[in-house]
């Protein structure tokens, strides 16, 4: 972060802390903007809180130009239909077109003798100049979308506590050319910034490639000793389990203290945790920054953090204050910590690096991801919706793809709190940074090679958000970047130098599909394959052993495309000249992946909506035979893999659990089955029943039960036998081949597989639709209608409790999507939490789920039902 210390002036570099000051505020509302070429003031005047700024317009901060645009309706939304298009490109209309002013009139008066106040900006693309009260704060122009900026703006505040903050903002010093390439013709990656704004194979061009004030702004305020980026390191010795009492672990601390005094400051650094306080007292020089170490506490039994899916999530505060006099508290701020030692090491077996949590191995199942809105408009009930979508995937670990950014604290926020490991890429790619020619690009592979233009800018930027998120408990990996390495003169300081001082705790991987971090003994680029591939393939070819990349399709239904997609454009696309290309424009536009032929073994589509049901047969299918395959082969072919991807920054078609406004498709609840911590499944390729068990114990005394129902419903049991297995392994237990082979050759038929405890009560279940024997689902094609009876129960506010009963004698209530529906507009509430869904319930059984959703005082929501075979249901909560 660029620090500015105004007076005695002074310029160093420094850093915002992970934690959050006592005395802080933010200026998020209440700004003001206009166009910088139709501004004739300058800075001092723009800032004079007594000259008047008549007809500038309310302005987005935290946003972007484009998304202040956007909400003075000056410009169509982006996001639906051929809209972005109408909207003036950078690259043609010039950088003045998004140059801007942003203005902000806020209250605060004159501290008192010895009292400081601060202003921060968090995040600002790609340049800026600031003024306050007529004064400019910044001797040079700022530069670097992740480079921080605090300013000691006391002196500058007005004695009547009027003041007014002008900013303006330039965009990025190359926008570059948004020509249809990855990450247009590849010069937007010459800033330290963000490399999707000129368009990729997913997403569309951001017009003003996200100029503006994009993250938080705000003011703290402290006295003569400011306590500056703390830092955490917790130290867990050993293999330790979830349960029962722990061994101590280790508790290390340290911060900067800045005294602004023109005298030496004497006082105490100081920090509580579980009822132990750790202090150090000092004397602090004037006009100085001094690093402190305090004594490291031993923590006995400590409550430890863990991933998802392998033990609780625990959380301490540690309030950190430096104190004066032994009362005055100079600064405080509180840091978040999860107690967890991350290691790795290389699996000699896979031939890819493993992670360790607390000493216990973690089979990594996780998914790339973007950004959580491409026009920056974040929030923390977004990313904890988001974050929780992840978490109830079943998944473990979220990898942040280089083309990006360096996400938010309220992102990891979200991860520590639902387990979610991180794995964070800095600022580069194989597709603008040089790794392969391509004749899109303005410039060679070796200018390429070199981007960007300023290295000392992103080391210094990769120092700064090295500090910002270092004390999360859920970032575990830190990667040079997506698919290429670093210049070799950024590369060598980041690994060798910067990192081991800053942080020193985690893994660091070369970049994302680096052998480093898994062998790539089949060639190519190390990561894929994409897109539909039959279930077996999934189980039957072998892939690389830790994969940063592999994918399917993500198509969401009706009522997802409805809400970007024109009426005159929902229609079943045909395929023209290949997969990614299909008769209609605002399908292409939009990044659709054609289906091809998936969708005929379930009959010809009949309509658009039929269409999108029968794509959420092979969305839930995909993506469970996906990780159920990488499970078949855990610690034998793989330590890991990180799915492309689980989610999109705008209305895109491809790669996504859930659609941009937060609506999850059947993708997000195959993956859930598939990563169940204890799972029973089926081996398309080899048709074996096998049971993963992702814990660090084992389960006994097991009933596996493996069933066959036809179409009718009639039952066969193929076994019912008690069984174990043990921690961390996926065991195999039978072939049911014949006795499938012999069921379903007709119609197809249904798998059905369950363990139970002896209480018989169900801990896995999985039901399978399997095909005829040419390979069509002849039998659900015309199954009979099931008669599913359905209550709805109110359980508490914002949670709703479904049961769902199927009557004996009848075919199995097949595929139900249960969604919960606003009494007014018949729309979707969003976003909504199902403890499951897509749900197939046998005959003469029933099944019961939860519903988390936001209550509101309005009226109590509808609950829909529908199915394959199940007629729609619209139900009241009573």
């Not at 680096?514 to 394959?529: A, I, K, Q, R």
Request: proline share 6%; aromatic share 12%; net charge neutral.
């Amino acid at each position: 972060m660029t620090r500015h210390f105004i007076y005695p002036i002074v310029l160093s570099l420094s850093f915002i802390t992970t934690g959050f000051a006592q005395n802080r505020y933010e200026l998020n509302s209440g700004w003001t903007c206009a166009k910088a070429s139709t501004v004739s003031m300058n800075g001092s005047a723009v800032s004079n809180p007594a000259v008047p700024l008549s007809g500038w317009q309310t302005a987005v901060v935290p946003g972007t130009v484009l998304t202040t645009l956007l909400d003075n309706k000056q410009v169509p939304d982006p996001f639906y239909g051929m809209n972005n298009q109408l909207i003036p490109d950078i690259y043609k209309a010039g950088k003045d077109y998004y140059t801007y002013w942003f203005v902000k009139n806020f209250k605060e008066q004159l501290p008192a003798p010895g009292e400081q106040i601060w202003l921060h900006f968090r995040g600002i693309n790609y340049g800026c100049d600031v003024y306050l009260n007529g004064h400019r704060l910044n001797t040079q122009t700022h530069k670097g979308m992740f480079l921080q900026q605090a300013y000691n703006i006391t002196r500058f505040l007005q004695k009547d506590g009027s003041n007014r903050l002008a900013v303006i903002v330039y965009p990025p010093d190359s926008p570059g050319n948004a020509n249809g390439g990855q990450g247009g013709d590849g010069s937007i990656a010459r800033n330290v910034s963000v490399q999707y704004t000129a368009g990729w194979d997913w997403i569309q061009p951001i017009r003003d490639r996200n100029t503006g004030i994009w993250d938080k702004v705000f003011i703290e305020k402290t006295k003569q000793v400011n306590l500056l980026h703390p830092h955490v390191v917790t130290l867990v010795p050993g293999i330790r389990s979830v349960e029962g009492k722990q061994a101590p672990a280790i508790i290390k601390v340290t911060a900067e203290l800045e005294n602004t005094a023109a005298q030496p400051v004497a006082g105490t650094l100081s920090y509580q945790l579980e009822g132990k306080t750790m202090t150090k007292k000092l004397v602090l020089p004037a006009a100085s920054t001094t690093m402190v170490q305090l004594q490291d506490l031993p923590l006995q039994d400590p409550r430890l953090w863990w991933p998802n899916g392998y033990g609780p999530q625990n959380l301490y505060k540690l309030n950190l204050r430096f104190t004066i006099n032994g009362s005055i508290v100079s600064d405080e701020e509180t840091i978040v910590v999860g107690i967890r030692e991350i290691k790795n090491e290389w699996n000699t077996i896979t031939r890819s690096m493993q992670v360790l949590v607390n000493g216990q191995k973690i089979f990594m199942k996780g998914g790339n991801w973007i950004i959580s809105d491409a026009m920056l408009r974040f929030s923390p009930e977004r990313y904890d919706a988001e974050i929780r979508f992840h978490r109830d995937m079943n998944l473990n670990l979220i990898r942040i793809w280089g083309g990006a950014i360096t996400e938010r604290p309220e992102f990891y926020d979200a991860c520590d709190k639902y387990g979610m490991l991180v794995m964070q890429d800095f600022w580069g790619s194989g597709d603008c940074n040089g790794r392969w020619q391509d004749p899109m690009k303005l410039d060679d592979q070796w200018t390429r090679r070199n981007y960007p233009d300023d290295h000392a800018l992103f080391l210094a930027s990769a120092k700064d958000q090295v500090k910002l998120l270092r004390n999360h408990p859920s970032l575990a990996i830190w990667c040079g970047g997506n698919e290429i390495t670093l210049p070799e003169d950024i590369f060598r300081p980041l690994k060798d130098s910067i990192l081991p001082a800053l942080d020193g705790t985690r893994w660091f991987i070369d970049y994302s599909n680096s052998d480093s971090m898994s062998y790539n003994f089949l060639g190519g680029n190390g990561d894929g394959p994409y897109g539909i591939q039959q279930p077996k393939k999934f189980f039957q070819q072998r892939t690389y052993p830790f994969n940063s990349e592999l994918g399917s399709v993500g198509l969401g239904d009706y009522e997802s495309l409805e809400r970007f997609i024109p009426e005159a454009s929902l229609v079943v696309p045909a395929q023209r000249r290949g997969p990614e290309d299909v008769s209609d424009s605002v399908w292409n536009y939009h990044k659709y992946i054609s289906y091809e032929h998936s969708l005929e073994p379930y009959g010809k589509p009949a309509d658009i909506k039929d269409f999108t049901e029968k794509a959420q047969l092979v969305n839930y299918d995909q993506y469970r035979a996906l990780i159920e395959g990488f499970s078949a082969h855990m610690w034998e072919w793989y330590t890991g893999i990180i799915i492309w991807k689980t989610q999109n920054p705008w209305t895109a078609m491809r790669g996504q659990m859930y659609d941009y406004y937060l609506d999850p498709n059947a993708c997000l609840y195959g993956l859930r089955k598939a990563g169940e911590p204890l799972h029973i499944f089926f081996n398309a390729a080899d048709s074996m029943v096998s049971v993963v068990n992702n814990s660090f114990v084992s389960h006994r005394d097991m009933m596996l039960q493996v069933k066959l129902v036809d179409m009718k419903g009639k039952e066969t049991l193929v076994t019912q036998v008690f069984s174990e297995i043990g921690p961390t392994i996926t065991k195999k237990y039978l072939s049911i081949r014949q006795e499938l082979k012999k069921v379903a050759a007709a119609e197809g038929a249904f798998v059905v597989l369950r363990l139970l405890d002896t209480k018989q009560q169900i801990i896995s279940d999985n039901i399978y639709w399997m095909a005829d024997s040419t390979g069509y689902y002849s039998g659900l094609q015309k199954i009979a209608k099931a008669n599913l009876s359905v209550s709805v129960k109110n359980i508490a506010n914002g949670k709703i409790g479904l049961k769902l009963s199927n009557p004996a004698n009848g075919p199995v209530a097949f595929f139900n999507r249960i969604s919960l529906i606003d009494p007014q507009t018949k729309k979707r509430i969003l976003p909504v939490f199902y403890s499951d869904n897509y749900i197939s319930v046998l005959p003469g059984e029933e099944s019961s789920i939860s519903i988390d959703y936001p209550a509101n005082s309005g009226n109590p929501p509808l609950v829909e039902v529908r199915g394959w075979n199940v007629e729609r249901q619209l139900l009241p909560v009573k």
